[in-house]
């Protein structure tokens, strides 16, 4: 798997990813049925509320390689600040429809 993660920018100074990156290495949350090696290719955040970056981020990501794109558990559970994102429904669909159906978007990692 080359994997891409967008996370919510507000959560930046508060969480510097080390759960998310403590997923891949466990092969834990939404890792857990992955086989073969995770390669980490990008961490990037969504830009801010509402999200509108995430889905040209998204792009660079998949010009970068990635075949996978993974939202934090920030933006869907609202982990650590307990606050999900309000837009990441929508903000998940936008990046589906810019980089298509051979990439695989996973709405949390841990």
Same mark, same amino acid.
């Given at each position: 798997?080359?994997? #891409?993660?967008?996370?919510?920018?507000?959560?930046?100074?508060? &969480?510097?990813?080390?759960?998310?990156?403590?997923?891949?290495?466990?092969?834990?949350?939404?890792?857990?049925?992955?086989?073969?090696?995770?390669?980490?290719?990008?961490?990037?955040? &969504?830009?801010?509320?509402?999200?509108?970056?995430?889905?040209?981020?998204?792009?660079?990501?998949?010009?970068? #390689?990635?075949?996978?794109?993974?939202?934090?558990?920030?933006?869907?559970?609202?982990?650590?600040?307990?606050?999900? &994102?309000?837009?990441?429904?929508?903000?998940?669909?936008?990046?589906?429809?810019?980089v298509g159906d051979r990439?695989?978007?996973?709405?949390?990692?841990?």
């Amino acid at each position: 798997m080359k994997l #891409g993660i967008i996370r919510c920018m507000q959560t930046e100074d508060y &969480c510097p990813g080390t759960s998310d990156f403590k997923a891949i290495r466990k092969k834990s949350g939404a890792f857990a049925d992955v086989e073969g090696d995770i390669n980490l290719v990008g961490f990037t955040s &969504c830009g801010g509320c509402p999200g509108k970056k995430a889905a040209l981020r998204a792009r660079e990501l998949v010009n970068r #390689g990635v075949d996978t794109i993974a939202f934090a558990s920030c933006i869907k559970k609202g982990v650590p600040i307990g606050f999900p &994102c309000p837009h990441a429904e929508k903000m998940m669909e936008l990046v589906q429809k810019e980089v298509g159906d051979r990439i695989k978007i996973l709405d949390h990692t841990h």
